[in-house]
């Protein structure tokens, strides 16, 4: 017996609710798992750092947000803070950010910051390079290589992610500075990720490139405060996260050419209670959907994602550090697709500033305080 109207026009909106499920971007679980960790201090009496790199031979530098770059040896402890750094506007959210080494390293030394640079009373990101010396107390020669135009900050919203992909090409994420409309405005830097090559000249092929009114260093638009950003071991491809409003903090797969939505598109609202209002709803044609949103913001930070043979069960995750919800997030992944969620770190209410894998296979992170520790994690069933 066929089935009735009434039936055959429930399965059909049944099919149409499904497909727009699947369709849609992951939304976190309102109250993901707690998950017990091992968690060493390696080292503390850090002011307030923000990024780390590992050394080829051991060691690594961390920046600290009021200025310094300190040298972390396995035999000798930290460094008093090198020498030749640039000057930094160490105000609000500002200072000393990211740091990256250069990928050939091995070869010219060559050590990246980006950093908030002062120009009277407003700051923007800016990003340079010095030499490591041989003696790892000094950047040699630093010279500044990328500068956010115009300068709008009055302390806020730098982002200030690096990253190298596989080719050499350098991304830098930057923050809107808290003006809202200028990360739609492709003829001002604020809300972008921005793609150079490795000596900050902008490559030809960039998307922006001969388009008038636009900036030609832009690989993406539409950003709100992008505080995290690594490359998926994988695919290659560059993901970043950047903080929503009071909700709506959201994980991106970046496009060339791409807008992703900021202000005209959020999943939160403004701090006050109210709507933002830019925002005509949580999706726009022609604007892109995150990958993974969370309606409460953890106020989300630095990103790794774990490719290492040391502890399995963390394979095919990325970790996002947490300032608000003061934690650290694992995030389990099927090709893009997040499939689940845990937090570590819970108990010691520690917001969680940048996260790095090791090249021990260990997870390594920094506590944004003063004093700020670094931390090495392991699952708690490890053994290790």
Do not use: C
Request: aromatic fraction near 8%; avoid cysteine.
């Amino acid at each position: 017996m066929p089935p009735s109207p009434a039936a055959s026009t429930r399965a059909f909106f049944l099919f149409l609710s499904l497909s727009a499920a699947l369709a849609a971007p992951t939304r976190a679980a309102s109250e993901p798992p707690s998950v017990a960790a091992r968690v060493t201090s390696v080292a503390g009496g850090l002011d307030h750092p923000w990024s780390m790199a590992f050394l080829p031979g051991g060691g690594m530098l961390i920046t600290e947000r009021s200025g310094s770059l300190r040298l972390l040896r396995a035999a000798g402890g930290l460094s008093k803070p090198l020498s030749g750094l640039p000057k930094v506007a160490a105000q609000g959210q500002g200072g000393l950010l990211d740091v990256v080494l250069s990928p050939d390293f091995a070869n010219d030394r060559y050590v990246y910051l980006s950093y908030a640079e002062a120009d009277g009373s407003k700051s923007g990101t800016a990003v340079g390079r010095g030499r490591l010396s041989d003696d790892g107390t000094a950047l040699e020669g630093f010279r500044v290589l990328f500068r956010q135009e115009p300068k709008l900050s009055s302390g806020l919203h730098y982002g200030s992610r690096l990253v190298f992909d596989r080719k050499g090409y350098l991304y830098i994420s930057l923050g809107e500075n808290n003006q809202r409309p200028t990360a739609q405005d492709l003829d001002k830097l604020q809300g972008k990720v921005v793609r150079l090559k490795a000596d900050g000249s902008v490559p030809p092929d960039n998307p922006f490139v001969g388009q008038a009114g636009a900036r030609p260093e832009i690989w993406s638009y539409g950003h709100r405060n992008p505080q995290g950003m690594a490359l998926n071991p994988w695919s290659g491809d560059l993901w970043e996260n950047e903080h929503g409003p009071r909700g709506g903090d959201e994980i991106n797969l970046v496009r060339p050419g791409k807008n992703y939505g900021w202000p005209l598109v959020t999943h939160g609202i403004n701090y006050s209670g109210l709507p933002i209002p830019e925002a005509k709803g949580d999706t726009l044609p022609g604007m892109e959907a995150p990958l993974f949103w969370w309606p409460k913001s953890p106020a989300i930070s630095g990103m790794a994602f774990y490719d290492a043979d040391r502890f399995p069960a963390w394979r095919n995750s990325v970790f996002i550090g947490a300032l608000a919800n003061q934690n650290l997030i694992r995030l389990t992944l099927d090709g893009d697709r997040v499939v689940a969620q845990e937090r570590l770190l819970v108990d010691r209410k520690s917001r969680i500033r940048d996260v790095r894998q090791g090249p021990d296979g260990y997870v390594y992170v920094l506590t944004d305080a003063s004093p700020g520790e670094l931390l090495r994690v392991a699952p708690a069933d490890s053994g290790e």
